[in-house]
C-alpha cells in the first residue's frame, strides 16, 4: 500500500495497491499454474472454472510483483462464446467472494491460508467493451510458476462438461510436468484435491461412479489433448479399499498398443487392413503409384510405414512440415539426383 497526501485536510489516506496490467493474448493455447495452486482448494462451480481459465490464461509469468495484484483484461465477445450476459453477472458476483485455501494436502491440520482471489472484476466498464479482472496482490507470490507446475490445454478445460473433469486433468498434467506417470492417492486426498463435498459420495463405488469414471471418461476421450490413464485399488485390495494407484498412458505406450492392434488386425484379415492401409496413403501422403505400390507389397516397407504414421497421428513428430518426404527418407526410398 502507498501512502498518498489527501490535498484536502493534509493528512495521509491508504492508496489501494496498483495493478500490473497483462497485455491480453489472443489465441493462447495453454494454460500455466503453479503446483501450490493445483492442490489449492477453490470451490467454483463448472461456469466460475471457465472464468477462472480465461483470468489464468492471460497471466504473463514473466510479468509478476510479489508486492502488487494482477490487471487482467478479457474482450466480452470472446467471454460470451462460452456463457450468457446473465451468467456472466451472476458468476462474477459469485467469484469476486471466492476464497482460495493453501494448504499441504497430507497435513492440512498444520498450516492453512485462506485467500480472497480477486479484488475487484468488472463488465464493460466506461463501455470499455472487456471483463476485467484485478486479483489480490496476497496471491501473486502463488502465481510464480518455479520448478513444478502444470501446462494443460485452454481449450480443453473450457469444453470439460463437469467440473471434476478439469481439477482431475490438471492434476494429471501436474504428474506429467514432472516425468511422473504413476502415484498413489488416499481417497481422503482425493476427495480433497477434487473438492468432493463433505457428505456426498461417501461410498466408494459412487465416488468411482459419480467422479473418477465421469472425470476419466471425459478427460479420455475429449478431442484436442486427451489424457489416457487408468486407476486401481492400490495393493489389488477389494475391501476397505483406502488407496488408489493411478497410471498414466505415455505416448509411447500409445504407439505400441495401436502398432499391436495393427498386427492383431492383419491376422485376423489381411484384406480390410490393406485396403485401408492404401486409403491413409492417398489421403495423407503425396506419392506416386509406383511407390505406393511398393509401401503395400513390402512387408518391412509397409511395417515401417504403418509404425511412422501411428507416429505421426500421436504428435511424436511435431515439428516435420514434409510428412512425404520425412517418411520416403525413413522407407530408403528417396531418388538421388545425379
Do not use: W
Not at 487392413?273 to 509401401?295: A, G, M, Q, S, W
Amino acid at each position: 500500500m502507498e501512502l498518498i497526501p489527501n490535498n484536502i485536510n493534509n493528512q495521509y489516506i491508504l492508496e489501494p495497491n496498483e495493478y500490473l496490467e497483462q497485455e491480453y493474448i489472443e489465441h493462447r493455447s495453454h494454460n500455466y499454474l503453479p503446483q501450490k495452486l493445483i492442490i489449492s482448494q477453490i470451490d467454483f462451480s463448472r461456469i466460475e472454472q471457465k472464468m477462472y481459465e480465461m483470468f489464468v490464461n492471460q497471466i504473463n509469468y514473466e510479468k509478476i510483483d510479489r508486492e502488487k495484484g494482477l490487471m487482467i483484461k478479457i474482450p466480452i465477445a470472446f467471454v460470451k462464446q462460452y456463457m450468457t450476459v446473465e451468467q456472466i453477472r451472476e458468476t462474477t458476483s459469485k467469484m469476486s467472494e471466492k476464497k482460495m485455501t493453501l494448504y499441504d494436502v497430507n497435513h492440512p491440520e498444520i498450516e492453512f491460508r485462506h485467500l480472497p482471489i480477486f479484488s475487484e472484476i468488472s463488465y464493460n466498464y466506461k463501455q470499455s467493451g472487456y471483463l476485467v479482472f484485478k486479483s489480490n496482490p496476497e496471491i501473486s507470490e502463488y502465481l510464480i510458476l518455479g520448478n513444478k507446475y502444470a501446462k494443460y490445454d485452454f481449450i480443453t478445460v473450457l469444453n470439460f462438461k463437469h467440473t471434476y473433469s478439469t481439477l482431475l486433468y490438471k492434476l494429471l498434467k501436474s504428474h506429467i510436468g514432472q516425468n511422473r506417470y504413476t502415484f498413489i492417492y488416499s481417497i481422503t486426498e482425493l476427495r480433497k484435491l477434487l473438492n468432493v463435498p463433505q457428505g456426498t459420495y461417501q461410498n466408494l463405488k459412487d465416488f468411482k461412479r459419480k467422479v473418477l469414471n465421469t472425470a476419466m471418461d471425459e478427460i479420455n476421450s475429449t478431442a484436442r489433448s486427451p489424457i489416457k490413464f487408468e486407476y486401481k485399488h492400490y495393493g489389488n485390495k477389494q475391501r476397505n479399499v483406502t488407496h488408489l494407484e493411478f497410471s498414466i498412458s505415455t505416448i509411447f505406450d500409445t504407439i505400441s498398443a495401436d502398432k499391436a492392434d495393427f498386427v492383431q488386425a492383419v491376422n485376423i484379415n489381411p484384406k480390410l487392413v490393406f485396403e485401408n492401409v492404401h486409403e491413409i496413403l492417398l489421403k495423407n501422403y503425396n506419392l506416386k503409384d509406383k511407390l505406393r505400390t511398393e509401401i503395400l507389397t513390402r512387408k518391412d516397407l509397409l511395417d515401417k510405414f504403418v509404425t511412422l504414421h501411428i507416429e505421426f497421428e500421436n504428435g511424436l513428430y511435431p515439428k516435420v512440415k514434409n510428412r512425404t518426404a520425412y517418411i520416403l527418407t525413413c522407407l530408403g526410398l528417396v531418388t538421388k539426383k545425379n
